[in-house]
């Protein structure tokens, strides 16, 4: 059974930083890209940014880059996402995805695993 198991995020003034971690089980994580979804109250869930297995290309949204940073560690079958100088509508409910597409950019209907989400709250 594949799960993805997130921890981190929460509530942050605007500025500030956040951290968000997700650990993968019962999949051949070496083989997937991974990344992070992000879907605020009343929006589709969106991609936000992605890195690739094997060679860790990764990829951003435009008003991501410069404050976000995805990494992966084979060795634990974790992904991270660290959040720098956040703003207000980066507020949303955060996933970590999972999918077996050899790109680091996906939509959410190429993800074949899910994270359970985690509320990122940012106030200005």
């Known amino acids: 059974q594949v799960q993805l198991v997130q921890s981190g995020g929460g509530s942050v003034q605007a500025g500030g930083s956040l951290r968000l971690s997700c650990v993968a089980t019962g999949l051949a994580f070496r083989s997937y890209s991974m990344g992070w979804f992000r879907q605020a109250p009343g929006k589709e869930r969106k991609f936000v940014t992605g890195?690739?297995?094997?060679?860790?290309?990764?990829r951003y949204i435009e008003s991501v880059k410069g404050r976000f940073t995805i990494a992966r560690d084979d060795a634990k079958n974790m992904v991270y996402l660290q959040m720098n100088n956040l703003k207000p509508e980066d507020t949303a409910v955060y996933y970590c995805?999972?999918?077996?597409?050899?790109?680091?950019?996906?939509?959410?209907?190429?993800?074949?695993?899910w994270g359970q989400g985690t509320q990122v709250t940012v106030s200005s």
């Open positions: 995805a999972a999918w077996t597409q050899h790109s680091p950019v996906v939509t959410a209907a190429g993800v074949q695993h």
């Open positions: 890195i690739m297995w094997l060679n860790n290309i990764t």
